[in-house]
């Protein structure tokens, strides 16, 4: 655990269901709630969003071995966003390395700092030892990658979560709908 990481700091989140989703969008950027930085510490506002867009990248070295052109990282297989990416796979020349659960065709060969956090039950997988390994993970994964599907469970106007900010601590340019 590393208190210095950007992407290993505890925090809470809200766990929607999908009769809640609608009642409480806690990302939108025009939110009554307050700004939900999803363990980024430095983005309490979208002023802070921009800082962070407008800034040098971190040095994330790039992986040399990589050949694919995107990265997508997805444990839900259900949904649209999988069927989008898998689309683009068979209709496209974009190669896409597919981590995660669903549509895998490439081990991110990371190991398991926080234990065996694959093998939880979806309930359990919450803890914030398996998310804040999840989260680093993630942008371990998106510095291999020149682009990365970043996109979004919930089609919602305004709506911005960890995903774009894990592709851009990772020096990818995040893929959004």
């Known amino acids: 655990y590393d208190v210095g990481h950007p992407f290993q700091t505890s925090y809470a989140h809200l766990h929607l269901s999908p009769t809640t989703v609608d009642k409480a969008n806690r990302t939108a950027l025009g939110a009554k709630l307050p700004f939900q930085n999803h363990s980024l510490p430095e983005l309490r506002s979208v002023s802070d969003v921009a800082k962070l867009l407008l800034r040098t990248p971190p040095a994330f070295p790039r992986y040399e071995g990589a050949k694919e052109d995107a990265s997508f990282s997805h444990n839900n297989c259900a949904g649209p966003r999988g069927k989008f990416v898998e689309k683009v796979r068979r209709t496209s020349k974009i190669d896409v390395a597919c981590y995660g659960r669903c549509y895998h ?73």
Not at 128 to 153: P, Q, V
Request: proline share 1%.
């Open 105 to 177: 065709n490439q081990d991110a060969g990371l190991g398991d700092a926080a234990g065996s956090c694959k093998d939880m039950q979806q309930e359990e997988f919450y803890h914030w030892d398996c998310e804040a390994h999840r989260d680093s993970s993630k942008t371990i994964i998106s510095s291999r990658h020149k682009f990365t599907f970043s996109l979004e469970n919930t089609l919602s106007r305004d709506y911005v979560t960890e995903k774009r900010y894990q592709a851009l601590w990772g020096a990818s340019v995040p893929i959004v709908w």
